[in-house]
């Protein structure tokens, strides 16, 4: 428990078999609950999530592969049902530092944000630490957010992120992008429906792990995303339709 509030992590993870058992150990005590998501991964993944002796562990599995935004969509739905009040999301492949963690939910907790993401462009040794092609793409897509949903964002590629229940409830998950591109897309939604999204400092950790992010998702999948996302917002401004959240 974190005060009051039932904590839940997901865990995407797609042929991390390697890497799961460690990222697992390392959350942090007052995770009420651990939800890994093993997205059709053809190794290990699921087995060795659920050798680790950790009563909070609870693993499900896509038959096939969905997509990160796709497995995302199933831990958040099985983490809010189960009663958290706030998902976490930590990449099942470690690239993301528990001690963290507790920032990314405080906000939340204390009822200040609605959604709060990593953002490691701002921490000190980004340059250093960050593949350059990594730093300097994330920093065009993060210009390229800011601008599609005017929020005031950094590293809008941060897949270390949290959720408030109430901000899931009104958000159309179901029609959130399943693959690579997710954030970008939910950062949209949250946008048209006025929630509050903060950002706080993490570290970038790059240890060697492979990624499945690749060039079209940067030139082309993303800046499409993009376009669509203001297309809603346009359409939504044009047809004087209110944010669903003010029909409530
Ligand atoms: N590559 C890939 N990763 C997935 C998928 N579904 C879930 N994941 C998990 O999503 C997380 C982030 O993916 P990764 O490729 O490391 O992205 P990056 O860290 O942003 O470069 C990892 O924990 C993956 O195991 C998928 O379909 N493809
Ligand atoms: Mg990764």
């Known amino acids: 428990m974190f005060g009051q509030a039932q904590i839940a992590v997901v865990v995407p993870a ?31 993944t699921s087995a060795r999530a659920r050798a680790v002796d950790d009563a909070r562990v609870c693993v499900l599995r896509h038959e096939q ?9 199933t831990g958040y739905a099985h983490a809010f049902a189960e009663g958290a009040e706030v998902a976490a999301v930590m ?39 960050m593949p350059l092609t990594r730093y300097l793409g994330n920093c065009v897509l993060s210009w390229l957010t800011r601008l599609a949903t005017g929020l005031a964002l950094s590293d809008s590629q941060c897949g ?9 409830e009104r958000i159309p ?6 693959g690579y591109g997710y ?7 949250l946008a048209e429906e006025k929630l509050r999204v903060r950002d706080v400092v993490v570290q970038p950790i790059y240890a060697g792990e492979n990624s499945g992010v690749r060039l079209h998702h940067a030139l082309l999948v993303i800046p499409l995303l993009l376009v669509r996302v203001v297309a809603r917002r346009l359409g939504r401004v ?6 669903a959240s003010a029909l409530h």
């Open 183 to 189: 954030p970008n897309d939910l950062l949209g939604f």
């Open 238 to 243: 044009l047809s004087n339709e209110p944010a």
């Open 160 to 168: 270390f992120t949290a959720l408030h229940k109430r901000a899931h």
């Open 91 to 129: 990449a099942g492949d470690g690239q993301m530092h528990p001690a963290d963690l507790h920032a990314l939910i405080a906000p939340l907790v204390a009822g200040q944000a609605d959604y709060v993401k990593g953002d490691r462009l701002s921490h000190p040794e980004a340059f250093a630490r």
């Open 65 to 73: 592969n969905r997509g990160v935004g796709a497995a995302l969509c």
């Open 173 to 178: 998950m179901h029609a959130l992008w399943r």
């Open 14 to 44: 797609y042929n991390e078999g390697q890497r799961i058992a460690a990222t697992l150990r390392s959350i942090p005590e007052y995770v009420d609950r651990v939800i890994v998501v093993d997205d059709g991964s053809s190794d290990e």
